[in-house]
């Protein structure tokens, strides 16, 4: 009786585990690929530096931000001085230290920035295991930087400032110009990665892209509440716009959302989910190249079903056959549409170490549906 009763123990605990590991299996599937290169590790905390090699895309490999020299800063401040930035607030971190930095928080903050913070090269901001705000004050700007990462907050109700000094990265007082009130601002920056942040309700753009930005990838963020998303080059006549490259793979857009997803330059749009727009889910001008694969496109019950826009210079609709708009294997969902235009390749010029597997549109959900800052905690045992 005693060898039954543990033979049936035996049984019940192996079909437990076989269950989890199913379970484990199953969840792992549900991610996409950057998720998986780290989500996975129960102790991403002890490694936090693992998250650099997860980047795919134009803007992979992202192995600058981390190696020889790494100092590891922690935000334990939530005040801001633009002029004197003190030890311990995220400024003097991501403006002030030199050299390569890796930027996390002591616990949740609102950090209400006085000016536009000036992020320096190699430097990450990680969000990670803290519900961390950027709002109600200046946003994220980066200028004339390389080899930057963005990852796990929130950027909200930015708001237009006025004229006035900051200290810039050199450690010299500069006067900056009036900001529109953008939520992170890329001008004439290259190999940057903003990742698995939440952005809404600012006065201007949630992310612009502009003056000769490169090598871009934005990753698993969550847009909504917004009349202008994202913006990819400066304007018509700025002609060095032409040449960036953006890759905006796994992110959700909406509810909410209007304009300006993308415009410019060679965009590859990759399994995004696209849930609704007032005028257009992906607008562009200027003959840019847009690549849209294995994303999926929800029309708004009622609402506008075109999924595209094309403005020539002056805003002035066009219909150019010579614009290469590639819908592939996407999906459309109540009535939603993609006019295509063009002929001839439009295969992104991914290097080795930049390609990654794209799944198909019916996986959207699954792997969109952990946008935006997570949740996750190391000090309470929350996995991400």
């Given at each position: 009786?005693?060898?039954?009763?543990?033979?049936?123990?035996?049984?019940?605990?192996?079909?437990?585990?076989?269950?989890?590991?199913?379970?484990?299996?199953?969840?792992?599937?549900?991610?996409?690929?950057?998720?998986?290169?780290?989500?996975?590790?129960?102790?991403?905390?002890?490694?936090?530096?693992?998250?650099?090699?997860?980047?795919?895309?134009?803007?992979?490999?992202?192995?600058?931000?981390?190696?020889?020299g790494l100092r590891r800063y922690t935000v334990t401040d939530s005040s801001d001085d633009p002029v004197r930035p003190r030890p311990g607030t995220l400024r003097y971190g991501a403006t002030v230290l030199?050299?390569?930095?890796?930027?996390?928080?002591?616990?949740?903050?609102?950090?209400?920035?006085?000016?536009?913070?000036?992020?320096?090269?190699?430097?990450?901001?990680?969000?990670?295991?803290?519900?961390?705000?950027?709002?109600?004050?200046?946003?994220?700007?980066?200028?004339?930087?390389?080899?930057?990462?963005?990852?796990g907050i929130q950027v909200h109700h930015i708001r237009a400032q006025a004229a006035g000094q900051v200290m810039d990265p050199l450690g010299e007082l500069i006067e900056m110009v009036a900001e529109d009130?953008?939520?992170?601002?890329?001008?004439?920056?290259?190999?940057?990665?903003?990742?698995?942040?939440?952005?809404?309700?600012?006065?201007?753009?949630?992310?612009?892209?502009?003056?000769?930005?490169?090598?871009?990838?934005?990753?698993?963020?969550?847009?909504?509440?917004?009349?202008?998303?994202?913006?990819?080059?400066?304007?018509?006549?700025?002609?060095?716009?032409?040449?960036?490259?953006?890759?905006?793979?796994?992110?959700?857009?909406?509810?909410?959302?209007?304009?300006?997803?993308?415009?410019?330059?060679?965009?590859?749009?990759?399994?995004?989910?696209?849930?609704?727009?007032?005028?257009?889910?992906?607008?562009?001008?200027?003959?840019?190249?847009?690549?849209?694969?294995?994303?999926?496109?929800v029309a708004s019950p009622g609402g506008n079903k075109k999924a595209t826009l094309r403005m020539d210079a002056g805003g002035v609709r066009a219909m150019s056959a010579s614009w290469k708009w590639r819908?592939?294997?996407?999906?459309?969902?109540?009535?939603?549409?993609?006019?295509?235009?063009?002929?001839?390749?439009?295969?992104?010029?991914?290097?080795?170490?930049?390609?990654?597997?794209?799944?198909?549109?019916?996986?959207?959900?699954?792997?969109?549906?952990?946008?935006?800052?997570?949740?996750?905690?190391?000090?309470?045992?929350?996995?991400?």
């Amino acid at each position: 009786m005693a060898s039954t009763s543990f033979s049936a123990k035996k049984s019940i605990l192996l079909s437990f585990l076989v269950l989890v590991f199913i379970c484990n299996a199953c969840a792992a599937r549900r991610m996409n690929v950057v998720d998986r290169c780290w989500r996975r590790d129960r102790h991403w905390a002890a490694d936090r530096q693992r998250l650099a090699r997860c980047a795919v895309g134009f803007a992979a490999p992202m192995h600058h931000n981390v190696g020889r020299g790494l100092r590891r800063y922690t935000v334990t401040d939530s005040s801001d001085d633009p002029v004197r930035p003190r030890p311990g607030t995220l400024r003097y971190g991501a403006t002030v230290l030199p050299g390569k930095v890796w930027i996390t928080f002591q616990g949740s903050m609102q950090i209400k920035l006085v000016r536009p913070l000036l992020v320096k090269n190699f430097t990450t901001i990680d969000g990670r295991g803290a519900d961390v705000h950027v709002a109600y004050g200046a946003g994220i700007l980066l200028y004339q930087v390389s080899n930057v990462i963005i990852h796990g907050i929130q950027v909200h109700h930015i708001r237009a400032q006025a004229a006035g000094q900051v200290m810039d990265p050199l450690g010299e007082l500069i006067e900056m110009v009036a900001e529109d009130g953008d939520a992170i601002r890329l001008v004439s920056s290259s190999e940057v990665w903003i990742d698995h942040n939440t952005l809404y309700s600012c006065e201007d753009g949630l992310l612009d892209v502009t003056l000769g930005s490169n090598a871009v990838t934005v990753s698993n963020n969550w847009f909504r509440e917004h009349d202008k998303v994202m913006l990819l080059g400066h304007n018509d006549d700025f002609v060095q716009d032409k040449t960036m490259h953006v890759t905006v793979a796994f992110n959700r857009f909406g509810p909410n959302c209007n304009q300006r997803m993308p415009r410019y330059g060679y965009a590859h749009l990759v399994n995004n989910l696209y849930d609704g727009w007032l005028e257009y889910a992906v607008g562009g001008s200027t003959h840019p190249i847009i690549l849209s694969q294995g994303n999926l496109y929800v029309a708004s019950p009622g609402g506008n079903k075109k999924a595209t826009l094309r403005m020539d210079a002056g805003g002035v609709r066009a219909m150019s056959a010579s614009w290469k708009w590639r819908s592939v294997n996407d999906a459309f969902v109540n009535g939603a549409f993609f006019r295509q235009t063009g002929t001839g390749p439009v295969r992104p010029p991914y290097g080795r170490k930049q390609k990654f597997r794209v799944a198909r549109a019916e996986a959207v959900r699954d792997l969109t549906r952990h946008a935006g800052a997570l949740g996750c905690s190391a000090a309470t045992g929350v996995r991400c």
